[in-house]
C-alpha cells in the first residue's frame, strides 16, 4: 500500500467526520449539535451519492433537477421522506454549490422551497425528535445555507486538501 492509498479509501464515518470538523470550524459559535450532526450528514452523504445512482435516489447534478423531482412532477408523493431529501438537495446545492448555481438560478427562491420541504416532511413526520428537528432546519435553513457556503468558499481557497505526494517521501 502507497502512502495515499490511505486517503483515497474515504468510507461513511470518515466522510461525516471530515464535514462536521470543517462545520464547526465556520458555523457561528452556539449552533446546536443536532442540527451541526444533521448538516454535516447532508454534506457526506451527497459526497458520496453519484447523479447516476441506481440503488439509491441520485444526487442532484443541480437546481434544475430539484425542480423537476419535486415541484413540477406532480406525482411525487408527499411524504416525510421525499419532502426532506428535497429540503436536503436544495441546501445542498444552494448552500456548498451556491456559487456555481448563483449564474443560473435563484437562490432565494431555492432556499425558501427548501425550508418549506423540511416544514412539510416535520408536518407530515409529526413523530418527537424528528420532526423538531426538520422543524428547526427549516428556520434556519437560511443560516445553514450560509454556512455550507463558507465551507464550501474555504475548502475551496485552501491551497492544498490533500499534502501533495512530494511532502508525504
Avoid at 27 to 34: E, I, K, S
Avoid at 92 to 100: K, M, Y
Avoid at 154 to 163: F, G, I, M
Wanted: with cysteine; proline share 5%.
Amino acid at each position: 500500500m502507497g502512502p495515499l492509498q490511505e486517503l483515497l479509501a474515504v468510507d461513511q464515518q470518515r466522510a461525516l467526520e471530515f464535514f462536521v470538523t470543517g462545520l464547526q470550524d465556520v458555523a457561528l459559535p452556539g449552533v446546536d449539535r443536532q442540527e451541526l450532526l444533521y448538516n454535516a450528514s447532508v454534506l457526506a452523504h451527497y459526497a458520496q451519492v453519484s447523479t447516476v445512482a441506481e440503488l439509491e435516489m441520485p444526487a442532484p447534478g443541480n437546481l434544475s433537477a430539484v425542480f423537476d423531482t419535486f415541484i413540477f412532477n406532480a406525482s411525487v408523493p408527499q411524504d416525510a421522506q421525499l419532502m426532506e431529501t428535497a429540503g436536503a438537495q436544495c441546501l445542498f446545492l444552494t448552500g456548498f454549490f451556491e456559487d456555481q448555481m448563483r449564474g443560473r438560478h435563484d437562490i432565494r427562491w431555492y432556499a425558501e422551497i427548501g425550508a418549506g420541504f423540511f416544514m412539510r416532511a416535520a408536518g407530515c413526520d409529526r413523530a418527537g425528535k424528528r420532526a423538531r428537528l426538520l422543524t428547526m432546519m427549516a428556520r434556519r435553513f437560511e443560516p445553514w445555507r450560509q454556512t455550507h457556503a463558507r465551507l464550501s468558499r474555504e475548502l475551496r481557497d485552501q491551497q492544498y486538501l490533500l499534502t501533495p505526494p512530494s511532502a508525504l517521501m
